[in-house]
């Protein structure tokens, strides 16, 4: 069955970084877009970032552009999330999911097309 396991979450200083990852396993990792979101207490989930299977597109949320880069190794079957100028709205529990659709030139940008997710990993960004 699907399993991802996020990792690499922390406290971080404001303008500090962090890279989360994201190990997947028990699916054809090539072949399905991912995405990362994130979920803050009292606020709905937020979609962060996304990436086709190839690797070869990727979007990100206006509220982290120029901020947050998504990446995959799919050697590797990772994806990862690089996030630098962190701010304290970043705080959260970030979680990486699995799109639905089985094609990895694949992508799109809405959070009920990725039905399968870990259990995240908390980023707290404070001084």
């Known amino acids: 069955q699907v399993q991802l396991v996020e990792s690499g979450g922390g406290l971080a200083q404001p303008g500090g970084s962090l890279t989360l990852s994201c190990a997947a396993s028990g699916f054809y990792f090539v072949n399905y877009a991912m995405s990362w979101y994130r979920q803050a207490p009292g606020k709905e989930r937020e979609l962060v970032a996304v990436?086709?299977?190839?690797?070869?597109?990727?979007d990100v949320a206006d509220s982290v552009k120029g901020r947050f880069s998504i990446s995959r190794d799919n050697d590797k079957n990772v994806v990862y999330l690089r996030m630098n100028s962190l701010k304290p709205e970043d705080t959260g529990l970030y979680h990486c999911?699995?799109?639905?659709?089985?094609?990895?030139?694949?992508?799109?940008?809405?959070?009920?097309?990725?039905?399968?997710w870990g259990q995240g990993t908390q980023v707290t960004v404070s001084s």
């Open positions: 990436i086709s299977g190839t690797g070869n597109i990727a």
């Open positions: 999911a699995k799109n639905r659709r089985f094609d990895k030139y694949y992508y799109n940008f809405r959070l009920d097309e990725y039905p399968d």
